[in-house]
């Protein structure tokens, strides 16, 4: 019986591989898996060495550092002395699985690389370790197989995961309906970031832009995004500022937003690719501490931050970041994208590029498909 142990640190991993056990186990029905994990792997029937429930805080504190040292070793000694797997997948999580590669290597376990960290986007000296303690690494972007191939990394681009997980195009009709929006105006959808520091740094920008789109024309109306990470008690004391534009705030309602929408106002990150699948115009906007900013610039390998825009490795998504962060450049560029059809449309067809360039069989499904021959 062959044994498979699995790494996962927050929420969205955990989701992934598990979708790459269910393929799995149909595929080798009789392949044992342990982990470290959470309920979507619990759920898959993965024995869990721990729940990563407290790896996922973030931040550089001392006790959070302590606590992942602790964890590493504890996974190594249990890997070396009792589990002693035929292979070890990594899934995301980069800091913390790229340093407990250097101790599985040195041990002899095979080590395969799922959605491996963001080295084309800063810190490409990591690509050292990968090559030095990865034997496989499995991308979910084509540029990434290039980039590792370069560097003489064994590597297979296996899809996105995105692709088979979003959910389809909410219809606009029947969410205007539920939720009140009026059909007559255009809907203009605020991801102000799920992260503390972001809302602090980007909620009343992105507000602020609003307002200034509302004065421009009143047939257009908003709706806000609340992350499930951010309490009310940050949101809603700000929202109170802007009665007047009338914003609405939804919970759990991002991919519908996304869908339906005719132009959002984004904080880099994720949901800027999800929204280019859905080919729904967008700008994205970013503002942070200036010293974080500067390390930023020193460590970045490219100079484009949103995903569509690397992807398609062109200008498609204007990029309105730090000091060029202004309520009133947001707002002219979201009325742009309202009311410019020939720009609104020649950004929805290169966004339809995302999709093509991401292509590939499900990524899960892939994925299982490599290991079970390798494994």
């Known amino acids: 019986m062959k044994k498979l142990f699995i790494i996962t640190g927050e929420y969205s991993g955990d989701k992934h591989a598990a979708d790459v056990v269910k393929h799995l186990k149909k595929i080798k029905p009789d392949i044992q898996i342990e982990g470290v994990g959470g309920e979507n792997l619990r759920n898959e029937g993965v024995k869990l060495f721990c729940d990563h429930s407290k790896m996922s805080a973030m931040g550089f504190n001392l ?145 602020d832009s609003a307002r200034i789109l509302k004065e421009k024309d009143n047939n257009i109306q908003f709706a806000l995004a609340q992350a499930p990470s951010i309490k009310d008690e940050l949101i809603l004391p700000v929202i109170k500022e802007y009665d007047d534009l009338n914003i609405k705030v939804m919970k759990n309602k991002n991919y519908e937003l996304l869908s339906i929408s005719d132009a959002l106002i984004l904080a880099s990150g994720t949901v800027a690719l999800e929204a280019s699948l859905y080919e729904t115009p967008m700008i994205i906007s970013y503002k942070g501490p200036w010293f974080l900013y500067f390390i930023y610039l020193l460590v970045r390998c490219i100079k484009r931050v949103s995903l569509p825009n690397i992807i398609l490795n062109k200008d498609v998504v204007p990029e309105i970041l730090q000091i060029k962060a202004k309520s009133d450049i947001i707002a002219n560029n979201i009325y742009k994208i309202l009311y410019d059809e020939e720009y609104k449309s020649n950004m929805k067809n290169s966004l339809k590029n995302v999709k093509q360039k991401l292509m590939s069989s499900s990524a899960s499904l892939e994925a299982a498909n490599i290991i079970s021959k390798d494994i």
Not at 73 to 92: R, S, T
């Open 63 to 207: 006790k959070i550092i302590l606590t992942h040292i602790t964890l590493g070793k504890k996974i190594a000694k249990y890997l070396k002395d009792e589990y002693k797997p035929d292979m070890v997948l990594l899934v995301d999580y980069g800091g913390f699985n790229l340093n407990l590669s250097k101790i599985l290597s040195k041990y002899g376990f095979k080590i395969y690389y799922y959605i491996p960290p963001q080295i084309w986007a800063s810190r490409k000296w990591r690509l050292n370790t990968v090559k030095k303690n990865i034997n496989k690494v499995l991308t979910i972007f084509p540029f990434e197989k290039e980039m590792y191939e370069k560097a003489g990394v064994n590597v297979e681009f296996v899809g996105h995961p995105l692709l088979s997980e979003l959910p389809p195009k909410a219809d606009r009709d029947s969410f205007f309906n539920d939720y009140g929006f009026n059909k007559e105006k255009k809907l203009v959808s605020i991801f102000p970031g799920s992260r503390v520091f972001e809302i602090k740094n980007l909620l009343r920008l992105f507000l």
